[in-house]
């Protein structure tokens, strides 16, 4: 899978286990201080996907529950989040 789709399908999931937790929603919104309206308006922003992967690739309890509930390798999620900095 190219760097795209996969970062796609990370963002992806990061935002579909969010959506599914309102609470880890909640902590997200808080952390990265989006309001309701900020992050609809930047759900297709390659700047918020970033942030969502970041989130969950510092948060190892979500992490590794995001990735068992999407099957996910969550080593594989890390590894491409140690290069996304160099992902254009």
């Known amino acids: 899978m190219n760097n795209s789709l996969k970062f796609e399908q990370y963002a992806n999931a990061c935002l579909s286990y969010l959506i599914a937790d ?20 930047n759900l297709a922003t390659k700047s918020f996907k970033k942030g969502l992967i970041d989130y969950f690739a510092t948060n190892e309890q979500q992490l590794l529950a995001m990735c068992t509930l999407e099957n996910i390798d969550a080593q594989e999620f890390i590894n491409f989040w140690q290069k996304l900095e160099n992902f254009s």
């Open 22 to 41: 309102p609470y880890e929603l909640n902590n997200f919104m808080k952390l990265s201080g989006y309001d309701a309206d900020m992050l609809r308006n």
